[in-house]
């Protein structure tokens, strides 16, 4: 089955700094690739997404990048924002069990005012 | 967007009883729904998929017997955690995906998730 892994797993950054989680997975059926962010005792949230037939997606201040070849993905928060701490997860998705997905372990973000 | 509701949102009960926590697609039909566990500070543990009107699927490791799945509509699934013990304390949260015009899978959405306390 597929193995997700991410890093790292606490990160702290000053407000208006940059923050980047990578993610690496195992299994090359794998084709959807979303991230969540969770804030405490909440449900997770998407904030973007990306499908294996493209290389980067930009959504504002989040912009996730995905190298198929060496199964690794990463988010990219800029400019980060107080708001921005939570708990964000990878996943992966593979094409031949679309519904399911396989979770990283999770980074906690911290942003410093 | 599409919406998940989850029930209960937090529940205590006593060693011994079973819980049963209720997942709905409020507006799409949802043939296929996500089961996870999630322990403090960690990631979620996809427990099983379930099927509307078929069995459930479990990942390894999780027992049928003690969490048990029925997934008998397509805007309904539910988990019993049954004889419940302190062990099975959890933040249990269930999800499902839609389709778009397109016929791709969407987002997962997640259900609220519901805090277990077996005391």
């Known amino acids: 089955g597929e193995n997700v892994e991410q890093h790292p797993s606490t990160l702290s950054v000053q407000e208006g700094d940059s923050a980047v989680i990578k993610c690496t997975y195992s299994?090359?059926?794998?084709?959807?690739f979303p991230w969540y962010k969770q804030e405490l005792g909440k449900r997770p949230q998407l904030i973007i997404d990306?499908?294996?037939?493209?290389g980067e997606k930009k959504d504002q201040r989040i912009a996730v990048t995905l190298n198929k070849t060496a199964k690794h993905f990463s988010l990219h928060i800029t400019e980060t924002q107080p708001e921005d701490s939570a708990v964000y997860f990878c996943?992966?998705?593979?094409?031949?069990?679309?519904?399911?997905?396989?979770f990283g372990s999770g980074t906690k973000l911290n942003v410093k005012p | 967007g599409a919406v998940v509701s989850q029930h209960p949102s937090w529940v205590i009960c006593k060693s011994g009883t079973s819980v049963k926590i209720e997942c709905r697609s409020l507006?799409?039909?949802?043939?296929?729904m996500f089961w996870y566990r999630q322990f403090p500070k960690q990631s979620l543990m996809l427990m099983a998929t379930?099927?509307?009107?078929?069995?459930?699927?479990?990942e390894q490791g999780v027992e049928k017997d003690k969490f048990l799945i029925n997934h008998a509509s397509l805007t309904l699934s539910t988990l019993t955690v049954t004889s419940a013990h302190p062990e099975d304390s959890s933040f249990y949260i269930c999800?499902?995906?839609?389709?778009?015009?397109?016929?791709?899978?969407?987002?997962?959405?997640f259900g609220q998730g519901t805090r277990l306390t077996v005391v």
């Open positions: 379930s099927n509307e009107g078929s069995k459930a699927t479990y």
């Open positions: 999800s499902a995906r839609a389709w778009d015009r397109a016929g791709l899978n969407t987002e997962a959405f």
């Open positions: 996943a992966a998705s593979p094409y031949h069990n679309f519904n399911k997905f396989y």
């Open positions: 507006d799409f039909q949802a043939t296929t």
């Open positions: 299994d090359s059926a794998s084709n959807y």
């Open positions: 990306i499908r294996s037939n493209v």
